[in-house]
Every structure is written in structure tokens, then in C-alpha cells.
């Protein structure tokens, strides 16, 4: 299928690798070619979506010493050197399904003033995310609330907990199940990606507009 190829049953199975080093070997070799080719493409797409230049950044798992990685995933930024004091895209996996994320989390010092933009926006919000989409408030664990069973006061507890929890995070996305990714057709995929992103650029420019307040 080539290098943009959607993520196969070998992808996800790489995360029930038992140990580090061996789980961290399969996903350099299996899993990390297909992050660098999508971070080289939908940096592109996103450069061009945001208006700004946006720098892709594949998950090293660098500071691991002892537990594996239960995701892996490749982010995308306004900056070369990192990612995560901005907001950001990611694009990655668990072994029980791929998730495409627009993401504030904890290391990300504008974290008030977005709550405080989202809290001011809230009704918006609520009409203009699709109810398939998903919301997290912790990046490393993979439960999620979807869009469509949240009351807007419910949402509303979300942003505040961003704006008064020191640790706090809030993502946005789509989570899309194993056995429905391996079904999908690369054009299938990429297409799914980019009409994600161009669904989440809103909440991106709520986060880019506290940058300039």
C-alpha cells in the first residue's frame, strides 16, 4: 500500500510486544517508518490548513526504563524543536485502536487562558463537534467521552478542570476501534485524517488566538 498505508493488524499487535527493549525494537522497525511518512505528509497538509509552518515530532519514548510504551504516536507543531508546551495534532495508536487528536496537555503554559477561550465559546463548541467525536482529559490513558453523550455542563466541568488542575489536559478527536482501521483503504484513511484535522482547526485557532490576547 506504500508508505501512508492505514495501520494493519501487525501495527497494533506491536503493542502487545512483552518487555521494553523488544516492544521498543518492534515499533522502531514496524510501526515508526509509517509515523515518519505521515508526519512528512500532514505536516504539509497542516502548514497549509493552520497557515503557519507546522513540524512533525515521531514519539521517542526516550525517558522509558522499565515499562513499555502502551501508545506510540507522531505530533505536529508550530515548533522544530517540540511539542509539547504547544498546542498540537497527534496522529497514533493503541493496540485497540488509532486515535487523531487536537491536544492541550499539562506541559502547556497557555492552559488557563485557552480554558478561560473555550469557556467563552462553550455553546459553539457544543453544535460544532460532531457527536462521533471524543474527548480525554489524560493523554496517557485511553478512556474517552464521546461528544454526543456530553451535556454542556459536562463540558464545561472538562474546561475548568483544565484551567485549575495544574496536571490537567484536554484532547478532541476521533478514536477509531482496530477492526474498523484494518478495513479502511489508504485513501479511506488519509481522508479520515485530513477531515478530522479541518474539523479540530477551530479549536486550534482558539488556542493560537490566546498567543496574541
Not at 501487525?10 to 527493549?21: N, P, Q, R
Request: charged letters at 25%; hydrophobic letters at 40%.
Amino acid at each position: 500500500m506504500g508508505p501512508l498505508a492505514p495501520f494493519q493488524q501487525e501495527d497494533f499487535a506491536v503493542l502487545e510486544v512483552e518487555g521494553l527493549d523488544a516492544r521498543m525494537d518492534a515499533i522502531k522497525r514496524i510501526i515508526r517508518p509509517k509515523l515518519e511518512a505521515y508526519g512528512q505528509h500532514f505536516s504539509g497538509f497542516l502548514t497549509t490548513l493552520t497557515g503557519e509552518e507546522i513540524f512533525p515530532h515521531v514519539a521517542k519514548h526516550a525517558r522509558r526504563s522499565v515499562n513499555p510504551p502502551d501508545d506510540t504516536w507522531v505530533a505536529f507543531a508550530s515548533n522544530k524543536r517540540g511539542y509539547k508546551k504547544l498546542p498540537h495534532f497527534q496522529i497514533g495508536l493503541w493496540k485497540t485502536h488509532v486515535f487523531i487528536w487536537f491536544a492541550v496537555i499539562y506541559e502547556c503554559p497557555i492552559k488557563q487562558e485557552f480554558g478561560k477561550e473555550l469557556k467563552n465559546h462553550l455553546a459553539s463548541i457544543m453544535k460544532e463537534i460532531p457527536d462521533h467525536f471524543v474527548w480525554s482529559i489524560d493523554h496517557t490513558k485511553p478512556e474517552i467521552k464521546k461528544h454526543g453523550e456530553l451535556t454542556e455542563n459536562e463540558l464545561q466541568t472538562m474546561i475548568e478542570r483544565l484551567i485549575n488542575v495544574k496536571k490537567a489536559e484536554l484532547l478532541c478527536g476521533v478514536n477509531i476501534p482496530r477492526d474498523e482501521m484494518i478495513n479502511l483503504s489508504k485513501k479511506e484513511f488519509i481522508m479520515l485524517i485530513e477531515n478530522t484535522f479541518k474539523t479540530l482547526l477551530p479549536l486550534y485557532q482558539l488556542s493560537k488566538k490566546v498567543y496574541s490576547l
